[in-house]
């Protein structure tokens, strides 16, 4: 794919962090499909653009209230020219930005028209402890990379 793809594609993460950062729940929504699926960390599942925007609205009035959205790109991946995977780290955070990031989330992006869209979003809580010991107890399920 073309470098203006991937520059679109990840500046559509960046515009949800900017979106996050300023606790506003419409212009984070406006990054997601009509039918989008969205998946905490703690498993809650929400459908819809306007699951979306209704439940961070009222995050970022109570438990998210004042955090800030921190990612780093891990791989962006192409499933033709209107479908984007995207994995990154990331983590919420008040003051500084932490140094290592604790969630690992994937991404399903659409082209619509010439904007991309969230399609599909999971949030995944990493557990560095359990890793280390499934990895020392079974040394092929680490990943290669």
Do not use: C
Not at 38 to 54: A, I, N
Not at 77 to 97: M, P, W
Not at 112 to 119: E, I, K, M, T
């Amino acid at each position: 794919m073309m470098t203006t793809d991937r520059a679109a594609v990840t500046a559509v993460l960046d515009s949800l962090a900017d979106a996050w950062n300023r606790g506003d729940a419409d212009a984070y929504g406006a990054h997601f499909t009509e039918d989008a699926t969205y998946v905490t960390f703690v498993g809650t599942r929400y459908s819809g653009r306007d699951d979306v925007v209704s439940s961070h609205r009222v995050l970022f009035e109570k438990f998210l209230k004042g955090t800030k959205l921190a990612h780093e790109f891990l791989d962006v991946r192409f499933l033709g020219a209107d479908v984007a995977i995207v994995s990154t780290n990331g983590d919420t955070y008040k003051g500084e930005a932490p140094k290592k990031l604790s969630k690992v989330q994937t991404y399903t992006l659409l082209r619509d028209g010439g904007r991309w869209l969230v399609a599909a979003f999971h949030n995944t809580q990493r557990k560095p402890l359990v890793e280390r010991i499934s990895f020392a107890f079974a040394p092929e399920t680490k990943p290669k990379q």
